[in-house]
């Protein structure tokens, strides 16, 4: 006869001495609803179509009435429970109204929970939601938020969290505080993922960072991947950030498309084995922030990009290694105040910018000025007035003045769907072809203090160098290292070459010892 | 597995050559792994971004390799003596074996490739001979020599592992802060069952319990030895614990070596095993890092290699641009190139001995005083430029060979030519290579 589920008791004969056997009898409810909290006990759908905001909330509600409370640790109210996302497409934001927070608290008293789903892309939490914030003291604009001080997400494992909005400090997840272990997940968004710069001991590890603004033509008005430098630095404006990431370790990661893939800051952490691929910078060292609704500084020293021109959050103590950053506009980019990090062993890679190659319809040939190609675009080309350093692909080798048919050069703009470049000879009819931003830098550093660069391999075609350190601010450029390195270098002319020591670097044509007495 | 002199074909551990254990391709990590035992590799890299942080192995033939792929297959089809260069295989052979394809398998020294290829003979002939007879039926492995690139590794520990690592086909790569140790290649030891000493020539005779199953006419092998205890009368004058033995073979279960110059006495017991081999193999390394490690593992051959890959055919020992700073170990001695252009391609500070420690194959504690004026960037013939990039402004070496452009003693800071005596420090200020040291 069967056993009604509510009552089979999960308890049968004695394993060895029946009088050893201490084992409690428990029902199937009892396992189902307290050791694991399924989101669809409470009501969700993963349908795609149903909002499961409030079921989803009912059963982290559920969850709160859970888990363990430390005895020493008692501003942790509950602590540890497993919240469990079947297989689906889980709804969330009620149409971009409200969001999903992972957290709870009363009463001052936190909780710390778990968040397991079926596989990143098969469980899967979506939404549309904007608020045009992005300060903890504020209604953010994370689709997902553990916000609350010390009301952790302990682990966050197996699913995927998609915000769809393309709106300036929209984000997919948020985290303030760790230590938070993420693994295996997927971040969509115009921001992915942000833990706070001192959020300690985090662990990310096997994620993917999506970018919810389209990559798009270099031609495009409103071109996307697309880094801006302010006046003040590196800070960022409407940028798209794939990950933000303060102390710990951060390994086995994929940024997709962004302004920038990803940032470390903070004191302490190791970034390993990540790639970042078509964004306008690879990785970021260091950040500067603001609040470009607040006015400046306006939530202390976790805010988090994109922020505009007001302040800077340092990178100390961390380890750079085996990234690779594939068709960035800049590769790497320890901005802000970088010391004591060390960076090897990374990969510089690709021969055209992170946008898409825009058409040219047809390239024609005069013998003005010694020889001049004329370039008309398919589309506007949105191009900044002036020169500019593209990348041209022509269908005939000789339409580049390198007779490549793929390289940068140096482009007048001549009109809204026009540009020029010095070509001496003429190849002979028509030509075609593509045109792009080009990767500008390999590594770039700015105000750097105690950093050793070693073996890193800076393969990517780039328009003004592989190494570049013609910015570093004064009062930080001492005690560098750079070793094993070949590529193309520009320097800083100025004493502050006295800050670096450069072993087995360069190459015949291009190296970096060529400085004078003086400096 | 069983231990060395079990007989049993294809099972001396740990000398395997078949299995890896962690492949890691681009982006690919492994973090805080242990792997033990019967490895040929037990982490291999390549491709872009790959990294082994905080792991360890203990016992294998090679714990790291930098730059290898997966390969395919082939069984031979007639077996082949020790030392034999030429391989059998059911004819024709697949399309795919080609030569340069780099060889793998029992008793295939690591770093051989394929010389030339008879596909319609099903024969192959490889660069290095056979380091003991291979059976017909047995697997050979072919792989495309892959690098690895950007790739790290760090915080490993090894154990027991004949050649820690290896930087079989390494680009951009950063070793650092590991620790490479082992005293005894095997844990399994193999007994004697007698010892005797010859008055003449004072040649110890080593009866082993069971066929020793090492290499048919080898001379000079070295071995780890214990008699009668430990520290024993039957040892040369300079023989102490763990230091090696080189042995000399006699027949399936004898060899020989040099013993003291008196009479030791009576042998009652004592046992035999391998050593371990290297703690870093260099072979084809370029723009790399190997910063901070420790580098003391108990090297019957070297502690560091930097002549790996010079038997292939051609030649894959080709090294540019590298550094090696900080690291402590170099008791085993370092193996300088033999091919001497890859000299400037390592730049070299605070680290290497002064003395050996060991009674191992080579006798360099260190490359001081081994370069000379003409292994200088620029003054070799590099017409495909594999070596070291130069002559650049501010580079600088330590030549061996200096003198006066002209003839004479340099002083600073004179410009320096080759064929003379003089130890000098020489930097390149962009025309010419002067005295500064």
């Not at chain 1, 302004?259 to 306008?280: F, P, Q, T």
């Not at chain 1, 190494?467 to 009062?475: K, L, N």
């Not at chain 2, 399309?95 to 340069?100: E, F, I």
């Not at chain 2, 008791?331 to 300088?336: A, C, E, M, V």
């Amino acid at each position: 006869m069967a056993t009604q589920f509510t009552s089979y008791a999960f308890k049968s004969g004695a394993i060895g001495s029946p009088s050893s056997d201490t084992r409690v009898a428990r029902t199937l409810p009892d396992r189902l609803s307290k050791d694991i909290v399924n989101v669809k006990d409470w009501g969700a759908t993963g349908n795609g179509i149903t909002d499961d905001t409030d079921a989803i909330n009912a059963a982290i509600d559920h969850a709160y009435t859970l888990g363990f409370t430390h005895p020493q640790y008692t501003f942790f109210d509950r602590h540890g429970a497993i919240i469990f996302f079947p297989p689906g497409i889980y709804i969330i934001g009620k149409g971009g109204t409200t969001k999903l927070r992972f957290d709870r608290y009363n009463g001052g008293r936190f909780a710390q929970f778990r968040y397991i789903g079926s596989g990143r892309d098969v469980t899967i939490l979506r939404g549309t939601y904007s608020t045009g914030h992005q300060m903890d003291s504020r209604d953010n604009g994370f689709l997902v938020e553990a916000n609350a001080w010390q009301s952790q997400v302990l682990e966050l494992r197996d699913l995927a969290i998609e915000n769809m909005s393309t709106d300036t400090l929209s984000g997919a997840f948020m985290s303030l505080s760790g230590p938070t272990s993420v693994m295996n997940c997927r971040f969509k968004g115009v921001l992915g993922y942000y833990s706070g710069a001192v959020a300690f001991g985090g662990n990310v590890s096997n994620c993917i960072f999506e970018c919810s603004r389209p990559i798009t033509a270099a031609s495009a008005a409103s071109r996307s991947p697309h880094f801006v430098l302010s006046s003040f630095g590196e800070a960022l404006t409407n940028g798209s950030v794939g990950a933000f990431f303060g102390q710990g370790s951060f390994s086995g990661c994929l940024a997709i498309g962004f302004d920038v893939g990803i940032i470390v800051a903070g004191l302490g952490g190791r970034l390993v084995s990540c790639k970042a691929y078509r964004c306008g910078v690879g990785i970021l060292g260091g950040y500067a922030g603001g609040d470009p609704t607040g006015g400046g500084n306006v939530g202390g020293a976790d805010q988090g990009p994109p922020l505009s021109a007001t302040w800077g959050y340092g990178s100390t103590g961390w380890v750079h290694t085996a990234n690779w950053c594939d068709r960035c506009t800049w590769g790497i980019y320890l901005g802000t105040v970088n010391i004591a990090n060390h960076t090897g062993a990374n990969s510089v890679t690709g021969d055209t910018g992170p946008t898409e190659p825009a058409g040219i319809d047809s390239i024609t040939w005069s013998s003005a000025n010694g020889g001049t190609a004329t370039v008309n675009t398919h589309d506007a080309h949105n191009l900044p007035s002036g020169t500019n350093k593209l990348v041209l692909v022509t269908n005939v080798p000789g339409w580049t003045p390198g007779n490549t048919g793929n390289e940068i050069v140096t482009c007048n703009n001549t009109g809204t769907s026009q540009f020029t470049y010095a070509l001496s000879s003429n190849p002979g009819g028509t030509g075609s072809g593509t045109w792009n931003y080009p990767i500008e830098y390999g590594i770039r550093v700015d105000a750097p203090n105690g950093q050793m660069f070693s073996a890193n391999v800076l393969d990517a075609v780039v328009s003004v160098a592989s190494f570049d350190i013609t910015m570093p601010r004064a009062m930080y450029t001492g005690h560098n290292v750079a070793a094993a390195m070949r590529g193309s270098w520009s320097l800083e002319d100025s004493h502050r070459i006295a800050g670096w020591k450069f072993i087995q670097c360069g190459t015949v044509a291009n190296h970096p010892r060529s400085i004078a007495f003086a400096e | 597995m069983g231990p060395p002199g079990s007989g049993v074909a294809g099972s001396l551990y740990p000398f395997c050559e078949y299995g890896v254990g962690y492949y890691l391709g681009n982006n690919c990590v492994a973090q805080n792994v242990r792997t033990q035992g019967a490895n040929w590799i037990a982490f291999a890299l390549s491709g872009r971004g790959a990294a082994c942080i905080g792991c360890s192995c203990e016992v294998g033939s090679i714990g790291v390799r930098f730059g290898w792929v997966p390969g395919f297959n082939v069984l031979t089809s007639a077996s082949a003596v020790a030392g034999a260069t030429t391989l059998q295989f059911s004819a024709p052979l697949p399309g795919s074996v080609v030569a340069g394809l780099i060889v793998s398998g029992w008793n295939i020294p690591d770093s051989t490739n394929i010389v030339s290829v008879n596909q319609g003979a099903g024969t192959i002939v490889i660069s290095s001979g056979l380091s003991n007879a291979l059976p017909s039926g047995s697997y050979v492995t072919f792989t495309v020599d892959t690098p690895a690139i950007g790739c790290v590794l760090e915080g490993l520990q090894t154990e027991a592992v004949l050649t820690a690592v290896e930087l079989f086909n390494a680009e951009a790569c950063l070793v650092q802060a590991n620790v490479l140790t082992g005293v005894v290649g095997i844990p399994w030891t193999q007994e004697f069952t007698g010892a005797t000493w010859n008055s003449g020539s004072h040649v110890v005779t080593v009866t082993t319990a069971a066929p020793h199953n090492l290499r048919p006419g080898f001379s000079n092998v070295p071995l780890l030895l214990q008699m009668n205890g430990g520290l024993s009368e039957f040892a040369p004058g300079t023989w102490r614990e763990n230091m090696f033995t080189y042995c000399t073979y006699v027949d399936a279960t004898h060899f020989t070596y040099l013993g003291p110059a008196t009479n030791p006495g009576t042998f009652s017991h004592g046992n035999w095993t391998y050593p371990l081999r290297y703690s870093l193999r260099c072979r084809k390394v370029r723009d790399t890092a190997v910063i901070s490690n420790q580098l003391v593992v108990t090297a019957a051959y070297a502690e560091v290699d930097f002549d790996y890959g010079a038997t292939e055919s051609p030649s894959a020992n080709i090294h540019s641009n590298n550094v090696y700073i900080g690291n402590i170990g170099a008791r085993s001695g370092w193996n300088p190139p033999s091919e001497t252009k890859n000299l400037a391609a390592w730049y070299f500070a605070q680290t290497g001995v002064q003395n050996l420690m060991y009674n191992s194959a080579v006798t360099r504690p260190n490359l001081a005083g081994y370069m000379t004026f003409a292994d200088l960037p620029g003054q070799f013939s590099d017409p495909t430029g594999v070596y070291q990039p130069g002559p650049i402004e501010g580079q600088e070496y330590n030549i061996k060979d200096g003198q006066k452009s002209g003839g004479g003693a340099a002083a600073f800071p004179d410009i320096v030519a080759g064929g003379g005596r003089g130890h000098y420090k020489v930097r390149y200020d962009g025309t010419n290579w002067r005295r500064c040291g």
